[in-house]
């Protein structure tokens, strides 16, 4: 299985920008998504996620009421919607996936099989 991030770039504060993961050699409601991202010097942070039965989202604390997860079956892709950016977004930002459980979503890093290279949102006027 293969993810791509694209749709990163320079956006001002206040503004949105949508990113896309495509996932290849697989199916996408086979695996949980997740968006993280990362600054340089620094650890991932979760920035949000769905349930392989796509039924269940969860959001990082500072995303919550500006972003949004959705997927397309249909073009085996998932998005992340992001609205009033501001700066402190500024980072890369990779998609993951973790292959479906019982267990349903599983929250840590270290829960995800797969990672793509990510896509750099910068935030700035």
């Known amino acids: 299985v293969q993810l791509k991030a694209f749709g990163g770039g320079l956006v001002p504060p206040g503004g949105s920008l949508r990113l896309s993961c495509l996932v290849s050699g697989g199916i996408i409601s086979d695996y949980g998504i997740g968006w993280w991202r990362q600054v340089p010097g620094k650890g991932r942070d979760f920035v949000a996620g769905?349930?392989?039965?796509?039924?269940?989202?969860f959001y990082g604390d500072s995303v919550k009421g500006r972003f949004g997860i959705s997927r397309d079956r249909t073009k085996n892709t998932a998005y992340l919607q992001m609205n009033n950016l501001k700066p402190e977004d500024t980072a890369n930002y990779l998609c993951?996936?973790?292959?479906?459980?019982?267990?349903?979503?599983?929250?840590?890093?270290?829960?995800?099989?797969?990672w793509g290279r990510g896509t750099l949102v910068t935030v700035s006027s």
């Open positions: 993951a996936a973790q292959i479906r459980s019982e267990a349903g979503f599983r929250p840590h890093a270290l829960d995800y099989e797969y």
């Open positions: 769905m349930s392989w039965t796509g039924g269940s989202t």
